[in-house]
């Protein structure tokens, strides 16, 4: 009986895992790897103040059609892509020389976090551990 609700659980969480990442056509696909290599070679994520509103805009198309194309194209929303950049962009520069003088706050700062709050939920969210604890494991 725990060997069948086992193999039930299993089948049930494939199936949503399934669900989470819908196929999408090559031109949709293709403009989703437009936008996001865009985002990632102009490091737009690291201004505070970018978010889908502002992306939509300056590139003169829909925010709903942006959203629904991470959605569908990588299974998450467009905040959550831009937050887990943020995340390793703030692992690299924690592990930069350079910025060992700087507060982890700073840094994250500099990568796009606009508050202490925000940057510690996320991160968690994001790696499993806080910034402190990722930071001792350095």
């Known amino acids: 009986v725990i060997v069948v609700i086992f193999l039930i659980t299993i089948f049930i969480l494939l199936k949503i895992r399934k669900k989470s990442r819908i196929e999408i056509s090559d ?20 201004n505070q103040k970018f978010n889908l509103t502002s992306y939509s805009k300056t590139l003169g198309m829909d925010s709903e059609k942006i ?4 959605l569908r194209g990588e299974g998450k929303p467009f905040l959550a892509f831009i937050n887990e950049l943020r995340v390793e962009e703030f692992k690299n520069e924690l592990q930069d020389p350079k910025n060992k003088a700087y507060t982890m706050i700073y840094i994250a700062n500099q990568c796009g976090f606009s508050s202490k709050t925000s940057f510690y939920r996320i991160f968690k969210e994001v790696t499993k551990i806080t910034p402190t604890d ?5």
């Open 27 to 46: 031109v949709e696909r293709k403009t989703l790897e437009q936008l996001k290599n865009q985002i990632i070679i102009n490091k737009d994520f690291k």
């Open 134 to 138: 990722y930071k001792k494991q350095l």
């Open 67 to 70: 959203e629904q194309l991470f």
